[in-house]
């Protein structure tokens, strides 16, 4: 089945460090790619979406660049700032038995300090 | 505003008493889905409905009843809860046309 692999963390960075999540993913077909934000005590928000290889989302400061060839969707940031601490989430979202089903990895947490 | 609600927001229960948690959406999605979300496991989908009266399990249906009755609500009910089922639960919509999922605010849920 389809999977999605991601570092749990934490990862703890100070203030205007760069910022790189790695995701990676299996999937049959051609599956859209996301990263979902979790803020504390909230539930999660799409942060940014690729919907096919080579494209880029790109939301708040933060980029993704969908890579067909090494099946990865990492995110980055070049400056964060303490307002980023969350838990990131990458997903991928494919058609599965006539249902879009999307699949989840297990979360990355980001600890900004000032 | 454009929301999905879910009730309660917390919630200690004991073993064996049932207990629904509600999930209301008001932008008229067609799909809903509930998940559990936990430690170094993420988020893992329990049920879902593609519309009204339509539901179908997801990767960790057990002790676990969905309803989808009315197109905004789309509750979970635990009949018989048991402590690994302790968990933040999550629901969330989405338009049938569209692939990104708005997500509810959480519900915590403790099992004693």
């Known amino acids: 089945g389809d999977s999605v692999t991601q570092m749990e963390g934490p990862v703890t960075l100070s203030e205007e460090a760069f910022l790189t999540i790695n995701c990676t993913y299996t999937a049959t077909g051609y599956p859209s790619l996301f990263w979902y934000v979790q803020y504390p005590g909230e539930g999660l928000q799409l942060l940014l979406k690729a919907t096919k290889a080579d494209d880029k989302g790109s939301n708040k400061g933060f980029e993704a660049t969908y890579r067909k060839e090494t099946t990865s969707f990492h995110l980055e940031k070049g400056s964060v700032q303490v307002s980023d601490s969350a838990v990131y989430f990458c997903?991928?979202?494919?058609?599965?038995?006539?249902?879009?089903?999307?699949?989840f990895g297990i979360g990355t947490k980001l600890q900004v300090i000032p | 505003e454009a929301q999905v609600t879910q009730n309660p927001r917390y919630l200690i229960t004991v073993t064996g008493k049932k207990l629904t948690v509600t999930c209301s959406q008001n932008m008229n999605h067609e799909y809903m889905s509930w998940y559990r979300q936990d430690p170094g496991l993420g988020l893992r989908q329990i049920y879902y409905s593609m519309n009204v009266e339509v539901t179908d399990k997801g990767d960790v249906p057990e002790g676990y009843k969905v309803s989808r009755k009315e197109k905004r609500n789309f509750p979970l009910i635990l009949e018989s809860p048991s402590p690994n089922q302790t968990s933040l639960y999550f629901c969330?919509?989405?338009?049938?046309?569209?692939?990104?999922?708005?997500f509810g605010p959480g519900t915590r849920l403790l099992v004693l």
């Open positions: 997903a991928l979202s494919a058609y599965s038995g006539g249902y879009q089903k999307v699949t």
């Open positions: 969330a919509s989405r338009l049938a046309r569209q692939e990104t999922q708005y």
